[in-house]
């Protein structure tokens, strides 16, 4: 194509579509629910699938339904070959502690708000306008670029798996779903419950202290931030109040006539960065690590908790306290807990070092999670592709044209984004260095400005690798 600069002035052109366009599917509260007749994934996530399948309809490019599990918009190439983006257009349930309503999509001060505004919505609409921009300056790609739609990246990748297995797989692509300049490494991903059972529990005393119920969490891969618990036989106000004039926390104490209700609010972040937030969890166990609760299996598990979990982010603790070269420390973060009349279960999501094994950290934390029943839910394996590899190079040097940071590296991270899914793929923005990382979080936002440049910074990486 002779003229490249076309391409970004269309891109200019069409800003206020491409705001719209995301808009529309921001308001669809698309979090992941139980499936509903033909919906595998339920009905508002197949509202927001449908609804970009009618955008890139409405543009003039093939779209593809596998059986609601997933699709893709394509705009053909020459060749059999295929380029994909890899997006997702389901969300993390909203959370507390927003400004204004998250599925709204407020603009304000250049910023562009509501769940999904910069994981996923954004960047896969951002992904779209490239496509759509390079063929409206009449790109004749060699390759088929396929902008490939997942609709369960926020739970169990169940949707990806099926739609690889209707579809040819592709040679090489990106995914629009984490940081600039590039991630070349993704940690391992690990989920598991951890499960006791307490209706059984010796030396119940039903004088002391009872803690009848508590949930607390969103997600696995959310840090924690709310924690509702029920408490009979006792009124812990002047507990919380110490506590929180000692810490800072936010923790309420409300009266029951059989004794209270105790609130703690956490701070959400994103469950590989959960140095980020405040668990809300831990804050509980934390609170009432010296309460004697009527059931002994329950102030094990406080104690357990506070021991071998507490406020780190390593696994410390936990006999998994590991590290490599390529990918650095172990992240570990809770993002459930439940306690009821018959059990107490535990979520745990963990990124592991690219170098070593689920099997190393299950072993790593056998000891520890002794006495409990380990529930295995999850596991993506690590994803490396070497700095010098074609696809990593020609996306370094967009960046540096676009950006002029020629400083920056190839970064690792602990988030698993759908790069993981096809050979030679690795994530390729949207958030530039400095810039907040803000998914997962209240008043999560995509700033408009960063939107129209990765827009354009996607358009010239899917020329040169395409052409």
Known sequence: MENFNNVNHIIDDLKEEMLNDLSDLIKIPSVGDEPVGSCPFGSEVQKVFESFLEIGKRDGFDICNVDNYGGHIEFKGESEDIFALLCHVDVVPAGSGWDQDPFTATVKDGKLYGRGAIDDKGPTVAAYYAMKALKQAGFKPKKNIRLIIGLDEETNWDGIKYYLKKEKTPCMGFAPDADFPVIHCEKGLIVFDLIKKIEKAENLNEHRVKLVS?????????????????????????????????????????????????????????????????????????????????????????????????????????????????????????????????????????????????????????????????????????????????LVKVLMEVYKEFTGDNKTEPLVIGGATYARTIPNCVAFGPVFPGEASVEHQPNEFICIESMIKSTKMYAEAIYRLCK
């Open 214 to 390: 508590l949930k607390g969490g969103n997600a696995p891969n959310m840090v924690a931030d709310r924690v509702l618990a029920s408490i009979e036989n006792a009124d812990l106000t002047n507990i919380v109040n110490s506590y929180v004039e000692r810490t800072g926390h936010t923790v309420q104490c409300e009266k029951t006539k059989t004794g209270c209700v105790i609130k703690v609010a956490g701070v959400s972040a994103h469950g590989a960065m959960p140095e980020k937030g405040v668990n809300a969890i831990t804050v509980f166990c934390e609170l009432v690590k010296d309460v004697e609760f009527s059931n002994d299996r329950i102030n094990d598990f406080i104690k357990f908790y506070n021991e071998k979990i507490g406020f780190n982010f390593h696994g410390e603790n936990f006999g998994i306290d590991f590290e490599d070269v390529p990918s650095g420390k172990l992240n570990f973060n809770v993002g459930m807990l439940s306690i009821y009349e018959d059990n107490i279960k535990l979520t745990i999501n963990i990124r592991y070092p690219a170098t070593m094994t689920e099997d190393d950290i299950y072993a790593g934390m056998e000891k520890t999670v002794t006495g409990y029943e380990v529930v295995k839910i999850d596991h993506l394996a690590p994803l490396y592709v070497a700095k010098d590899h074609e």
